[in-house]
């Protein structure tokens, strides 16, 4: 099997939305960790979850943004190198 092109934007697509996935997945353990560590330090709950829940929030649809745009440049110039190279192959086996 050989790779001739990529879809841009299908490819952009697919990691933005992971990288949104994991950006929430992340920020969720970071809240729950920096609560924890917060409250152990003597800190309230407005000042340990208030900037947590603010990029809760924001940060996902940021974060996919930033990479639908990074990863569709990518996929151009990875067009290009294997437009100039013949091609990527890949061994599978069933």
Do not use: C, H
């Not at 299908?10 to 609560?35: K, Q």
């Not at 924890?36 to 800190?43: A, Y």
């Not at 940021?62 to 990863?71: M, P, R």
């Amino acid at each position: 099997m050989r790779i001739q092109k990529v879809n841009p934007v299908g490819w952009a697509n697919v990691s933005a939305l992971a990288t949104a996935i994991m950006y929430l997945i992340l920020m969720l353990l970071g809240m729950l960790l920096g609560g924890v560590v917060g409250g152990m330090l003597g800190g309230g709950a407005e000042q340990i979850l208030g900037g947590g829940i603010v990029m809760l929030i924001i940060g996902p649809p940021i974060a996919g943004v930033i990479t639908w745009i990074f990863t569709a440049l990518f996929a151009l110039i990875f067009n290009l190198a294997l437009k100039w190279s013949g091609g990527l192959q890949i061994d599978t086996s069933e």
